[in-house]
C-alpha cells in the first residue's frame, strides 16, 4: 500500500529545509505546520524542539521522540579574499566535503558556495595520500574579497550539503537528513494515525533538537513532559551493502524493517510489546542487540525525572553521515503503524515496571 500522499509530500519538505544541530528552526517549522492538521495542540520550547499533543487529561503521557536535527557546518572565519572557513556540527568524515556543493543558512536566506580544495593537479606526492581534515578545506561563494562575503555571508552562520530529496525507486529514497528527519516524520505520522482512533493515553510527538551534538532536546522533552513511555525513533545502520559486517549490526535489510531494539539500558516490558504489536501486524522485524547505552534520544528520556521506561524503534539506513543516505518509505510506513499498533494497547492500567 503506498504511502499516503500527504504525508509523503511533507517527507519530502521536511527533509529539503536545511537545518543543522543548533539551527532547526527550518524543518521545525515545516513540521509545526503539519502537525497543526491533527494535534490538539502544537508547541515549541527554549532548547528548538517542538511538540505536538493528543491530549486525554488524567491519562500517562507516551512520548514518542524522533529528533529533528541533521549534520552540517558553521563559518568560523572569513579570509581577505573571502573565502569561508568553517568547523563541522555533528560526526563528519571530512571526505564526504570535496566536491560539494554548500547551501548557507543566512538571515536573508539561502547563500549557495562549493567546498573548495586544492586541485588533484597541484597536489604534492606527500600531500596526495594525506587524509583530509576540515582545515583543509574551505567554501567558496564567489566573493570578491571579503567586504563582498560578509554582505552575503555572517561568522557563526551555518551550513549543509546541498542534496535534496530523491526517489530512486517506487521505494526507496535518498536525502542527506535522512537521520534523523524520517525519526521525527515517524512520530508525527504515528500521532495523525491515533488521531484517526484515539488511544486511551495523552501522545506526545517530539521533534528534538540537538541530538547529534548533545541530547539537549530529548533531555528537555524528557523534564517538561515526565513520560511514562517514551519511544525514540531514530535510524540504525543497514547490513545488506558490500562489507557490511552482519555479526555487529545484525541482518539489517532496506524494506525489511522496522528495527526493534534489545537492550540492558531500555524497558524490557515496552521491547516485549512492541514485538507483540509487530506480530499482531504480521510484521517479521530485525532485532538488534544493544549491551550499553542506545546512543541515542532514549540514553537522555531514561534519566528524565523518576524514570521513563524508554524504547528505541529504528529505521534501516544506508551509508549514514552522508549526502545519500538511502531509506525505504515502507519503513517508515511500517514503524508508524506498529507504533500506533503499540500505543492502542497502553491503558492506564498498564504496569511498565520490569
Keep these: 500500500m503506498p504511502m499516503h500522499e500527504n504525508s509523503f509530500q511533507f517527507l519530502k519538505r521536511l527533509l529539503d529545509a536545511p537545518g543543522p544541530s543548533g539551527f532547526e528552526m527550518h524543518p521545525a517549522s515545516v513540521w509545526r505546520e503539519q502537525a497543526g492538521k491533527f494535534a490538539d ?110 554582505k552575503r555571508v555572517q561568522v557563526g552562520d551555518a551550513a549543509v550539503i546541498d542534496a535534496d530529496f530523491v526517489q530512486i525507486t517506487a521505494d526507496v529514497v535518498s536525502s542527506r537528513s535522512l537521520d534523523n528527519r524520517v525519526g521525527a516524520w515517524v512520530a508525527l505520522e504515528t500521532l495523525r494515525l491515533l488521531s484517526e482512533k484515539r488511544p486511551n493515553v495523552e501522545v506526545v510527538a517530539v521533534a528534538a533538537a540537538q541530538e547529534e551534538i548533545s541530547f539537549a532536546g530529548a533531555h528537555a522533552a524528557g523534564v517538561r513532559l515526565s513520560p511514562t513511555v517514551a519511544i525514540a525513533i531514530d535510524v540504525t545502520h543497514c547490513s545488506d551493502y558490500p562489507g557490511a559486517i552482519k555479526a555487529i549490526n545484525g541482518d539489517v535489510r532496506l524494506g525489511n524493517g522496522p528495527v526493534l531494539h534489545r537492550g540492558s539500558s531500555q524497558n524490557p516490558v515496552v521491547y516485549r510489546e512492541l514485538a507483540k504489536a509487530a506480530k499482531r501486524l504480521k510484521l517479521d522485524l530485525p532485532v538488534q542487540a544493544q549491551s550499553g547505552s542506545t546512543g541515542t534520544d532514549a540514553d537522555a528520556l531514561i534519566k528524565s525525572g523518576a524514570g521513563t521506561a524508554a524504547g528505541v524503534v529504528s529505521i534501516p539506513n544506508r551509508y549514514m553521515h552522508s549526502p545519500c543516505e538511502l531509506v525505504s518509505l515502507s519503513d517508515l510506513d511500517n514503524a508508524a503503524k506498529l507504533l500506533a499498533e503499540f500505543i492502542r494497547s497502553i491503558t492506564p492500567e498498564s504496569d511498565f515496571r520490569p
Design 41 to 150: 495542540d502544537v508547541d515549541r520550547d527554549l532548547v528548538g524542539s517542538s511538540y505536538a499533543t493528543l491530549k486525554r487529561d488524567g491519562a500517562p503521557v507516551v512520548a514518542l521522540v524522533g529528533h529533528i536535527d541533521e549534520i552540517g557546518v558553521q563559518i568560523t572565519h572569513i579570509d581577505d579574499e573571502g573565502f569561508l572557513w568553517f568547523d563541522k556540527i555533528g560526526g563528519w568524515d571530512e571526505i564526504v566535503f570535496v566536491g560539494q556543493r554548500m547551501r548557507i543558512i543566512t538571515d536573508d536566506g539561502w547563500v549557495i558556495g562549493v567546498v573548495g580544495r586544492k586541485a588533484a593537479h597541484l597536489l604534492k606526492r606527500q600531500e596526495s595520500g594525506k587524509d583530509i581534515k576540515v582545515n583543509d578545506l574551505w567554501i567558496d561563494i564567489g566573493a570578491k574579497n571579503a567586504e563582498d562575503a560578509k
